[in-house]
């Protein structure tokens, strides 16, 4: 029985939906998170990297964000990762205004009172005609 060839380090490859990258170690890793260390260093604590134009394939610096992983189950919850990196950027700033809000809804009530709307929300912080 014949055996499959090892890949070399630095050998790409497409699994997960993302690059990966083989390395020295006979590891693989995103190729996504070694170009962001790369140029910005490690990335911090409790955060991921979302593409803006929603392709895996696509790593340049512009196209990957910094995104909690609470911002991303809200902007999946939502549907709001978008095709357009313009459209996806601004659903993220969307997804961070309301869950501020929605922290500050829970400190001011003392506590988890569940999910609100955003017109609920705006209602609730006395801005009323939403």
Same mark, same amino acid.
């Given at each position: 029985?014949? !055996?499959? #060839?090892? @890949?070399? #380090? %630095?050998?790409?490859?497409?699994?997960? /939906?993302?690059?990966?990258? $083989?390395? &020295?170690?006979? /590891?693989?890793?995103?190729?996504?998170? *070694?170009?962001?260390?790369?140029?910005?260093? $490690?990335? #911090?604590?409790?955060?991921?990297?979302?593409? &803006?134009? %929603?392709?895996? @394939?696509?790593? /340049?610096?512009?196209?990957?964000? #910094? &995104? !909690? $992983?609470?911002?991303?189950?809200?902007?999946?919850?939502?549907?709001?990762?978008?095709?357009? =990196?313009?459209? !996806?950027?601004?659903?993220? &700033?969307?997804?961070?205004? +309301? *869950?501020?809000? +929605?922290? @500050?809804? @829970? $400190?001011?009530?003392? %506590?988890?009172?569940?999910?609100? !709307? *955003?017109?609920?929300? =705006?209602?609730?912080?006395?801005?009323?005609?939403?």
């Amino acid at each position: 029985m014949a !055996t499959r #060839p090892h @890949k070399r #380090p %630095g050998t790409e490859r497409f699994r997960n /939906s993302a690059i990966q990258v $083989k390395m &020295a170690d006979n /590891s693989w890793k995103e190729k996504h998170i *070694i170009l962001w260390e790369q140029a910005r260093g $490690k990335l #911090p604590e409790g955060l991921r990297l979302i593409f &803006a134009d %929603g392709d895996a @394939k696509n790593c /340049s610096l512009d196209n990957l964000i #910094p &995104a !909690t $992983k609470r911002e991303i189950f809200y902007m999946n919850r939502h549907s709001l990762f978008y095709a357009d =990196a313009g459209l !996806t950027r601004a659903a993220l &700033a969307l997804a961070r205004h +309301s *869950i501020a809000i +929605s922290d @500050k809804l @829970k $400190k001011k009530r003392g %506590g988890d009172r569940g999910h609100y !709307t *955003i017109k609920r929300m =705006a209602q609730l912080m006395g801005y009323g005609g939403l």
